[in-house]
């Protein structure tokens, strides 16, 4: 079965106000000490794996992974294809900010094996990007984008909408200026309020109020339609791609495949085992050097909890799901896996498409989600 790797990266430029703070800045960083940690947590993670068939994708994620040194991004990838090898396509992404300083080091990092990389851009607007904490201005972002166009074979751009006041002109006009840059991958996520992050401190102290439910709605509809318009249609609730051009990492997830992750606070999923790395820095390098990984936690999944997952990120994804796979997969009759009540009435509604086993949310039922899943997915699947 193909498999992916995740390679979590922990270190940032500074801490940005909508995360949970949990990013770690470092001013000087050992890197002969990280390359041989990770290189270790890498052999841990394939000693501990079942399948050893080649890897469809590597993701570096994490904090700001594009001020990773290239020597150090070739010296992981060398590795991780001696250990499992590489499918013929594979496809390796990297995370980074749009920023001159990471855009810099583009050119060295597609020659250490990089194929794709994933800006978060965020916005087209200097005012937007000064509300949303970041250390990037427009033209700066634009500058990195076309450097990225030049040497790597996929792009693609994070932005963020439904800010506060945001219009539907507005975001129009945006989305638009940002569907002329020629990406061939768009993640367009709406604007979340977080526990214990500086925007959630700022709603509570009326510094500025969340877009309504329904102007987000009618933002998340003008998206839709003008991705689908440009050629980028949705595959994901937030993401969108020229056919063939989706995020193979991402669809690994979303599809409830094994993959894997190493370094600090990487989670993964092999073989029905969910694993976790340590998550501070200090205790991840600490660990591999008493245990030989950075592992913190490894945990049997059961089947039911399996089969929750499965339903609650395939029904994400514009495909949707098969019952009839998913019971062969979970040995859990078809009944079994969704509230079958619910199902009929969303069907009627028309927020769910029904098609013998095969089942998807619908663009009328996107922007209701999450309280779809809520209905559909049992509550014996989710409790465990």
Not at 155 to 180: G, M, N
Not at 235 to 261: C, F, K, Q, V
């Amino acid at each position: 079965m193909a498999q992916s790797l995740y390679i979590h990266w922990p270190f940032c430029l500074a801490k940005c106000p909508y995360c949970d703070f949990n990013s770690h800045v470092r001013e000087r960083t050992d890197m002969a000490a990280w390359e041989a940690a990770l290189l270790a947590d890498m052999r841990a993670e394939y000693d501990a794996t079942v399948s050893h068939e080649p890897l469809i994708s590597i993701f570096f994620g994490g904090g700001t992974p594009s001020l990773m040194p290239p020597k150090l991004v070739a010296s992981l990838l060398r590795e991780a294809e001696r250990l499992w090898g590489f499918a013929p396509d594979i496809e390796i992404t990297l995370e980074g900010n749009p920023s001159s300083v990471e855009a810099a080091n583009f050119a060295d990092l597609a020659s250490a094996g990089i194929n794709r990389v994933s800006l978060g851009v965020q916005s087209l607007r200097d005012e937007a990007l000064h509300f949303l904490g970041r250390l990037h201005g427009v033209e700066e972002a634009l500058a990195a984008i076309e450097t990225a166009n030049r040497h790597f074979s996929r792009v693609s751009i994070d932005l963020i909408y439904a800010r506060p006041e945001q219009t539907p002109e507005q975001w129009h006009q945006e989305l638009s200026e940002a569907l002329e840059l020629g990406t061939s991958h768009m993640s367009l996520y709406q604007l979340t309020i977080e526990p214990t992050t500086r925007f959630a401190t700022d709603v509570r102290r009326g510094v500025f109020d969340p877009l309504d439910d329904d102007p987000a709605a009618d933002l998340f509809a003008l998206t839709r339609e003008m991705t689908a318009k440009a050629g980028l249609p949705a595959y994901e609730i937030s993401n969108h791609a020229r056919p063939g051009e989706e995020s193979r990492h991402n669809l690994t997830y979303w599809r409830y495949r094994d993959y894997h992750g190493i370094g600090p606070g990487a989670h993964g999923r092999r073989a029905g085992i969910a694993t976790l790395r340590h998550k501070k820095p200090e205790n991840f390098l600490a660990a591999v050097e008493r245990h030989g990984s950075g592992m913190s936690e490894q945990r049997r999944l059961g089947i039911r909890e399996q089969a929750s997952e499965a339903l609650l990120m395939g029904l994400r994804l514009t495909e949707g799901i098969d019952l009839a796979d998913l019971s062969r997969r979970f040995s859990i009759p078809r009944e079994g896996l969704v509230n079958s009540e619910k199902l009929a009435l969303y069907s009627d509604l028309g927020l769910i498409a029904r098609e013998d086993d095969h089942l998807a949310v619908t663009d009328a039922g996107m922007p209701l989600l999450d309280a779809l899943l809520g209905e559909l997915v049992p509550e014996e699947l989710v409790a465990q």
